[in-house]
């Protein structure tokens, strides 16, 4: 299930973002963030731009964070993203508030694709994003830097149907 970030999720926030075995798969380091700079980010979770939700369990704990990110309303779609705390992996958590988060994206904003990201060594992710619908576009890949490398980064899409 997904609802709007709340300040209790700000400590299990910073439990995934200091767990180096999930951490080193973002290209954003979070090595520096504090309590409070999670704090300023659930304040500003929520905008026309970028919506950012809590995947909680049956007892409204947080397991991990899921947004829509660069919504455009002209072009209509937006970015997807998901980070999951270590015991949330493997429990299916992740692909409901998936399915939960592109229902909202078409019915609510009205959206019609969702696009991605990822490190093509990810390959956990990769299938994880193949499994819920993804297609990975092999025309479009880059690379990104990561902690002063150069790594891989392969795109993938999912258009919304009603």
């Known amino acids: 299930m997904i609802r709007r970030l709340e300040q209790k999720d700000a400590p299990y926030m910073l439990e995934w ?13 979070f090595e520096t963030m504090t309590l409070q700079d999670v704090a300023a980010f659930i304040e500003k979770s929520f905008d026309d731009a970028n919506r ?5 369990d049956a007892q409204d704990e947080y397991m991990g964070t899921i947004s829509l990110k660069n919504i455009s309303y002209k072009d209509k779609d937006a970015e997807y993203a998901i980070a999951m705390r270590k ?6 958590a992740a692909g ?16 019609h694709k969702v696009y991605l990201n990822v ?19 092999p ?3 880059d690379m990104a830097e990561v902690r002063g490398q150069y790594k891989e980064r392969v795109w993938y899409s999912r258009l919304l149907e009603g």
């Not at 015991?87 to 299916?92: F, L």
């Not at 409901?96 to 959206?111: I, N, S």
């Not at 490190?119 to 576009?137: P, S």
């Open 119 to 137: 490190l093509a060594d990810n390959v956990r992710a990769c299938r994880f994003y193949e499994k819920c619908g993804f297609t990975c576009d």
């Open 52 to 56: 950012h939700f809590a995947v909680v």
């Open 96 to 111: 409901r508030a998936t399915e939960e988060l592109l229902q909202y994206a078409l019915e609510e904003l009205g959206l």
């Open 139 to 141: 025309d479009r890949k």
């Open 17 to 29: 973002m200091r767990d180096k075995t999930i951490s080193c798969n973002f290209q954003r380091s």
């Open 87 to 92: 015991r949330a992996q493997g429990t299916g």
